[in-house]
């Protein structure tokens, strides 16, 4: 089994009432570059009798990071995930519409989802994983000039991944579903239905 490629960012507003959560206003989100998950678990504790390891209680999801990079982000997507405003200023005899970091910024609770593509024994699949609570963090600010031959720059942005606060009989304080499905489409749809949409 290999990776193969990585498409379609999918991003929905998060939203609890005690256990019950809730997602709306699922979208595509920019175009996928890379991504990378890191988790942080508590330690194992063991009990030891008899000079051995007796009993564990295995370490548990404590904390983690997403690091996303993308084709761009644009001033709409910037918006919508860090929680800032946008305010006109006069340029001359124009309006230009600047994106405002201050004390209002607020980044909101997302859920978050992706399609790795495998390919498996010859055939290609699909993996879609959904983070089911993350925060973005603003990202850092680097460029460089251009060469004669362009070096393309994309930008890179993390979250703060979080358990959701969902508790039922399936679930408790998940912080992750992932499937696997034979086409790209059939992921896509999946990560639209776990953030609560059935279609585009």
């Known amino acids: 089994m290999a990776k193969k490629g990585l498409s379609i960012p999918v991003i929905a507003d998060y939203e609890n009432t005690g256990s019950v959560v809730n997602y709306s206003n699922a979208q595509v989100f920019e175009n996928a570059v890379e991504y990378s998950v890191s988790i942080e678990t508590t330690e194992d504790n063991n009990l030891r009798a008899d000079n051995k390891i007796k009993e564990t209680d295995k370490g548990r999801f404590q904390s983690g990071e997403l690091t996303l990079s993308t084709a761009d982000l644009g001033a709409e997507s910037s918006k919508r995930i860090l929680g800032i405003k946008e305010v006109e200023r006069s340029v001359g005899s124009k309006k230009v519409t600047e994106l405002v ?100």
């Open 101 to 200: 970091y201050d004390d209002d910024a607020k980044a909101p609770f997302l859920g978050f989802g992706i399609i790795e593509e495998h390919q498996i024994d010859n055939v290609d699949k699909y993996r879609a994983v959904a983070l089911t609570k993350i925060v973005f963090n603003v990202p850092e600010e680097a460029c460089t000039t251009r060469e004669e031959e362009i070096e393309w720059q994309v930008p890179e942005i993390t979250a703060t991944i979080y358990q959701s606060d969902q508790v039922d009989e399936s679930y408790k304080h998940p912080w992750k579903f992932e499937a696997w499905l034979d086409t790209e489409e059939e992921a896509k749809a999946y990560l639209l239905a776990v953030f609560g949409s059935q279609g585009e």
